[in-house]
């Protein structure tokens, strides 16, 4: 990405020239000396700066370490994870983590990512965006333990040699994925509770009714 921003020479030499002067003028107001070129970062780096950043990342949030994560979020980043609850900022993702995984009231117990991209990176002038899916292993303080596919998006910009996140986004099948078939289970069991009871209800009235029936 920083090869699209490389700075071109302001100069370029002419054969028209063909004498130099003895003693050059003084320097006058006009006169200006061309930058140097800024060095250019090949695609491959980027890359590797994208690796080790997401490495990094990923060890933090395997440790419970989620202060580690904030050096890598812009400050007016946009976290959208797979709750749909909406953070802006690196203060309020921290808080978000705290609330879920922090303290007597919180959801999760552990999460281990299983992060995996799609493809290379695109880069859009110092911006880049990343896609993929992530196999996610959830424990949760209810005693619930489950796995679940989910598909993210991020988007980056690479500001003075480093890349930070400006918005993620990350979402699972609302037609299939465990939590759903979690309560499609607790449903069946609450009707399948119903219809035995029901049943034994109807069985106990109609032996009641045969009872009387054959003492009359």
Known sequence: MRALLAVTLLGFAT???AQVPATP???GPADQTPAPAQAAVAPEAL???LRKMRDD???AIARSDFEAILPYLHPNVVFTPMNGEVSRGPQAIRAYFDKMLKGPDAIVKSIRL???VDRLADFYGDTALAFGSSNDQYALSNGMDFQVQTRWTASLVREN???LITAFHSSANAFDNPILEKARQLAMLQWGGIGTAAGALIGALVGRAVGRRRRA
Do not use: K
């Open 15 to 17: 054969a028209a020239i």
């Open 161 to 163: 040699g480093r890349w």
């Open 114 to 116: 299983g992060v995996e």
């Open 57 to 59: 990342m990923l060890a």
């Open 47 to 49: 890359h590797n700066e």
């Open 25 to 27: 003028p003084a320097p």
